[in-house]
């Protein structure tokens, strides 16, 4: 679904006796991205290489730029104007693959911090060809062991992107599997938000949920 088609879902899921209430439209999105990313991490740690269908890509008509820090001697890239990639816990973090305008025969490999401190002080690290590591920070993606040639033509990352940082009318892939306590997103959204779905009885003395919508 879309985005605005998703906060508007769970708009009208709020149950008919909050009608009159404002839910701030930022308030709802957070509930959201809240949600989603949860239903990120447990995607991930349950099968880490499907996470990638959640990604966006970005750099396909034109390529991220590759930069050189002059002070720290460091290759960087600076994220997409506006997206603050989705953590998850690995060394890739939501920097779920890096790759040059056109493929070829350079790879990207992610790192940590402690293990970039360790290769760029190597005694071997002059001869390393055909493999730029990448560390991706808080604010860029860090590289060690890159090429001009890649520096000239820049690069493309397959980001995992948190809903506030997507535009109203991008496609975003939700997980479709509950969370790790059997709630629905939809169930995870309304949770966050505060919102008890009221309990209706009937004559047959049987209890449910009402699932009413506004």
């Not at 991930?44 to 730029?65: C, E, M, N, V």
Request: net charge negative; charged share 25%.
């Amino acid at each position: 679904m879309q985005k605005n088609e998703i906060r508007s879902l769970i708009y009208n899921l709020l149950p008919r006796y909050s009608q009159g209430a404002e839910y701030h439209k930022e308030v709802i999105d957070r509930a959201i991205e809240k949600a989603i990313n949860q239903l990120y991490t447990e995607t991930f740690l349950r099968d880490p290489l499907s996470i990638q269908r959640y990604t966006k890509r970005f750099g396909t008509t034109a390529p991220i730029t590759v930069s050189q820090d002059a002070i720290a001697g460091i290759y960087y890239s600076n994220y997409p104007t506006g997206v603050q990639p989705v953590p998850l816990p690995d060394k890739a973090a939501g920097v779920r693959r890096v790759t040059t305008p056109a493929q070829g025969g350079i790879k990207f490999y992610p790192l940590d911090i402690r293990e970039f401190e360790l290769i760029t002080s190597g005694s071997y690290y002059s001869l390393a060809s055909g493999i730029i590591g990448y560390v991706p920070t808080r604010e860029r993606v860090e590289y060690y062991n890159m090429t001009a040639a890649i520096v000239a033509t820049g690069v493309r990352m397959d980001l995992l992107v948190p809903f506030s940082d997507y535009e109203e009318t991008d496609q975003i892939l939700i997980p479709e599997n509950p969370n790790s306590e059997g709630e629905t997103f939809t169930d995870m959204v309304l949770k966050i938000l505060g919102v008890i779905r009221p309990i209706e009885t009937k004559d047959d003395n049987v209890t449910t949920i009402e699932t009413a919508k506004q």
